[in-house]
């Protein structure tokens, strides 16, 4: 009873204390952002502490009524201690956007950071005031630890996305379990080179799958189902992971299979880590895709390869404090596809990609946050033979933190793009521009990661008149550029 009466009042005065803190110290945003995640944790740990203040009390009075023996008591006090921990139980995570776009009709306008015509082949621009859909995602994880140290995690994700702005959406949903497996580590059974591994089997997203967020890009996603194993210890200073994926082609019918409409694709990851360098390397198959019919004379792609050498940096390119990444990715065949590993099943035997990826955080001065990125890629027979796709694109995220609850966020988008789809497809070359201005709101700023926040935004996109020729949304009625954008938009994770 006491420790509940004691939890409220602990965690008012820490957060009174973390308000006191926020005010004295305003003039140094970047300090105190890491200050104020200080406190939270210690918010966080001490109502933790009085909720195992509270189960320990009940614990003791079952033990002095008899309905609890010693060794019932030892271990259901064990059992709290690992909740309180993080050890086991439930958490749930989740990341939502939602809003409304619109041109200067007042109409829905097409929009998404894969809008331009290099976009279906992984060419993103800026998200900020471009997005009108609404995407949602929840995780359930359950975590539990075993008496002889082995623990394990459960995890299920579900999602759903929409491009309608209606409150019933059914009929238009994508819902869909995006994720379940389960995964164990510290197995006392591990040794050598396995003491510290993990191993899982299910469908998931890989754990070392990293972004640009503010284009919406993977640098690498793999995802399907599968199994694998990480952490082994190879060296003092080498990590190594082993997975397979399976993912499905849904889009053609194999002649003469009982199962019409779908292949397998395999693919089976080594990744490496050697300190601050990540070394991937993937080959790829697909039982029967060689008797996909996609364009007189061509053969599609039953295998390939994809390999990726990425950095993962500590400061800001050795500049300023922040951080960065980067990487560059080669594949052949099936591992054309750069990005999504195995999604593509249309792709030549003789295809072959290259991407640059790059970005980076950091604060120019206490109240201004700056991201640029870089994404490119050059790629050729990768449809049909002779075609060739050249994009480029720069991104800068910046964002000024005028109070405690409200920032400017700026967003310039440049892309770049020569085109050739070959075997009678429109060639063509010319480049796309975004500025976007957005007022936000946010329970606290201060820091990239900071969500939730709502938004208020006007963009203003432009590209070469030749690229409406292309196909897609580009050159339809009311979507030919040189034109202003407005909406509102909200973002949530946690």
């Known amino acids: 009873m006491n420790a509940v009466m004691f939890k409220t009042p602990l965690a008012i005065a820490i957060t009174a204390a973390g308000v006191a803190l926020s005010g004295a110290a305003s003039a140094d945003n970047h300090g105190l952002e890491q200050r104020l995640a200080e406190l939270e944790a210690r918010i966080a740990a001490a109502e933790q502490r009085a909720d195992v203040a509270e189960q320990r009390a009940e614990i003791a009075e079952a033990e002095a009524e008899g309905r609890l023996s010693a060794d019932e008591v030892e271990a259901r006090l064990a059992r709290v201690e690992r909740q309180a921990s993080g050890e086991e139980g439930f958490s749930f995570n989740a990341y939502a956007r939602s809003g409304l776009l619109l041109g200067e009709d007042g109409k829905s306008l097409p929009g998404g950071p894969y809008v331009t015509p290099a976009g279906p082949l992984g060419g993103a621009v800026g998200r900020l005031g471009n997005e009108g859909d609404t995407y949602v995602e929840g995780i359930f994880n359950y975590r539990m630890r075993y008496d002889n140290g082995a623990r394990a995690h459960y995890r299920m994700m579900l999602a759903d996305s929409v491009s309608t702005s209606n409150d019933w959406t059914a009929d238009e949903s994508n819902l869909n379990v995006r994720q379940v497996y389960a995964e164990f580590s510290d197995l006392p059974s591990f040794t050598g080179v396995f003491e510290n591994a993990s191993i899982w089997a299910g469908k998931r997203f890989d754990r070392d799958n990293f972004d640009i967020h503010w284009i919406d890009s993977d640098f690498i996603f793999l995802a399907g ?16 992971n082993l997975s397979l994926y399976g993912r499905s082609f849904s889009d053609f019918d194999i002649i003469g299979s009982e199962d019409p409409g779908s292949t397998d694709s395999l ?3 080594s990744n490496n880590y050697v300190g601050n360098w990540q070394f991937m390397v993937s080959g790829l ?55 999504v590993l195995g999604a593509d099943g249309s792709l030549t ?17 206490p ?82 990661w900071q969500r939730p926040e709502v938004r208020l935004f006007a963009s203003y996109t432009d590209w070469s008149e030749e690229l409406n020729e292309y196909g897609g949304s580009f050159g339809e009625d009311g979507f030919t550029g040189g034109q202003w954008s407005f909406g509102v938009q909200t973002e949530v994770w946690f």
């Open 367 to 448: 109240s201004w946050r700056v991201a640029p990125s870089i994404l490119a890629e050059t790629s050729r027979d990768r449809y049909v033979q002779g075609d060739e796709f050249n994009w480029a694109g720069l991104n800068v995220r910046l964002a000024n933190e005028l109070t405690e609850n409200f920032e400017m966020q700026y967003e310039a988008s440049y892309q770049v793009m020569d085109l050739d789809q070959g075997a009678g497809g429109n060639a063509v070359k010319g480049d796309f521009g975004k500025f976007t201005l957005a007022p936000t709101f946010k329970p606290q700023v201060g820091g990239f």
């Open 267 to 269: 693919i089976l990851t």
């Open 225 to 240: 189902t599968g199994a694998g194993i990480y952490d082994m210890q190879l060296a003092e200073n080498w990590t190594s």
């Open 349 to 365: 035997d003789d295809a072959q990609a290259t991407r640059l990826g790059l970005y980076g955080t950091t604060y120019l001065a």
């Open 285 to 339: 198959s697909a039982a029967d895709n060689d008797e996909r019919d996609i364009e007189v004379g061509q053969t599609a792609a039953d295998s390939g390869f994809h390999t990726m050498v990425a950095y993962h940096g500590d400061s800001f390119f050795g500049l300023a404090e922040g951080n960065f990444k980067a990487a560059l990715i080669h594949g052949q065949g099936l591992g054309a596809e750069a990005k």
